[in-house]
């Protein structure tokens, strides 16, 4: 078993929002770091989704060969707000997921990141067509949400009831921000959020102190909109220990490996992957790290954004805990 | 989080059918393509005033919608990064030279509990007509 590298191509959102990377430079910047499992994000790079012309699948294969890289993942969405003023059902809610289910088979991927929305019964549901396509879906385990959560707890009752080989989970790594980003705080800081509150927030995180309070706290202490959305911050990072994934380690089929800001020193600041590598190779884990660059919407107000380098120093440090540099 | 960018700088212009008014380029604050029928709203606000919806169309690749028939597009979508031209309709012609244009997104997003989106503003200069 071995854990193999791949990026996330939502990584690079900011340059390709600004087009000056292509989905093509996307896969190639990945390539040169060795992380050759491409995660895409259909309805983020694929003009004219859903559909998908042949000219792009084409492109996408060629390309794939042309750099060494693998299709692993796809990402779907549910629409469940699809309608003004009324729910998609049941069905339409299944039947979004078999769609999805087929761009992912087009694009050669096995793996498909189910978003943390998607209801159990839709996971029921979709199961046995993602069993014949030879698919996973797997649920992200997104925070705040956590294994001992409710609405995960749902999922996984129909996940060991259904015995869907189909079916498992696909741990988000910011379930485990041990410290708070400091690229979100620097930023409330520059948009004149009070220091003192900041200070506060950032501590009581840190702590892994009580944070379902602090929006509370704010208002107590005068605090605006900018300390507001510092506190829902704090209630939106969790701080799990890694090890909670082991005992679900069978269900776990890929890593999305978030990350907010690689440091000129090579760690991250606030999620230590340093911890979490060695829990997945404790467990045997057998799939892609697969990183998610997040940072950029946090500094791009004041600094240049530079997705590709630090997509290259989240894959050094993997390669250095994997041990491939031995 | 891409809010800085929804207002472009290029491209603001009178309108191309001689009607008063102009076309500004906008882009959406999301990080992924989103069905029309999910784009609540696109509200301008010219030089101070609110420019109500009636007065304003959103073309994308092509494709031209007033903003009452937004909700009912199910099979066309404003791509991620994409430019879309928000054509509106004044009483007189505009004068050249810099306005001050806001552009508030509501987006209906459905992991989200409250409506997303974003907003922006900016100086731009106007731009004659080819």
């Excluded at chain 1, 760690?267 to 997945?280: G, K, M, N, Q, R």
């Excluded at chain 2, 810099?98 to 509501?106: G, I, L, N």
Aim: with cysteine; charged share 25%; proline share 7%.
């Amino acid at each position: 078993m071995t854990i193999e590298r791949g990026v996330s191509l939502y990584s690079y959102q900011e340059e390709y929002f600004l087009r000056q990377m292509s989905l093509e430079d996307c896969i190639a910047a990945s390539a040169k770091f060795g992380a050759n499992g491409i995660e895409l994000i259909p309805e983020q790079m694929i003009p004219g989704f859903p559909h998908l012309s042949d000219a792009f699948v084409d492109d996408w294969f060629s390309w794939m060969e042309q750099y060494g890289t693998t299709p692993v993942a796809t990402d779907l969405f549910l629409d469940t707000k699809r309608h003004p003023g009324r729910w998609l059902t049941l069905e339409e809610q299944v039947a979004s997921v078999h769609r999805d289910i087929d761009i992912a088979v087009r694009l050669g991927a096995r793996i498909i990141r189910a978003i943390i929305n998607t209801p159990p019964e839709v996971m029921e549901g979709a199961a046995p067509y993602a069993e014949e396509k030879g698919v996973r879906l797997l649920l992200e385990v997104h925070a705040p949400f956590h294994y001992e959560h409710p609405w995960i707890l749902e999922h996984l009752e129909v996940m060991h009831r259904t015995g869907s080989p189909a079916l498992g989970l696909m741990p988000d790594m910011g379930t485990f921000v041990k410290r708070f980003p400091r690229v979100v705080s620097e930023r409330a800081l520059r948009e004149g959020a009070d220091p003192t509150l900041v200070d506060y927030i950032v501590k009581t995180y840190d702590d892994h102190g009580d944070t379902h309070a602090l929006a509370d706290i704010v208002n107590y202490r005068h605090g605006g909109p900018v300390e507001f959305g510092l506190a829902r911050q704090a209630t939106h990072y969790i701080w799990s220990d890694p090890r909670t994934m082991l005992p679900h380690m069978p269900l776990i089929g890929h890593i999305q490996a978030k990350f907010y800001e690689m440091t000129d020193d090579g760690t991250e600041f606030s999620i230590p992957y340093d911890e979490i590598v060695p829990v997945l190779v404790e467990g045997g884990f057998d799939g892609y790290l697969s990183s998610e660059y997040e940072g950029n919407r946090h500094i791009q107000d004041a600094f240049p954004v530079d997705s590709v380098e630090q997509v290259r120093r989240q894959h050094a440090l993997f390669a250095r805990l994997l041990g491939e540099d031995a | 989080m891409f809010d800085k960018y929804i207002v472009c700088e290029e491209g603001f212009r009178a309108r191309d059918d001689g009607r008063p008014g102009g076309v500004v380029e906008v882009r959406m604050p999301y990080y992924r393509g989103l069905g029309l029928s999910m784009v609540e709203a696109v509200d301008l606000t010219l030089d101070g005033v609110p420019v109500p919806s009636s007065r304003t169309t959103f073309t994308v690749h092509g494709n031209t919608y007033p903003f009452d028939r937004l909700p009912e597009v199910f099979d066309d979508r404003w791509e991620m990064g994409e430019r879309a031209e928000l054509a509106f309709e004044t009483d007189e012609p505009l004068a050249p030279g810099e306005h001050d244009v806001a552009v508030s997104v509501r987006l209906r997003i459905s992991y989200m509990p409250v409506p997303g989106g974003g907003r922006d503003r900016k100086l731009l200069i106007l731009a004659g007509r080819n």
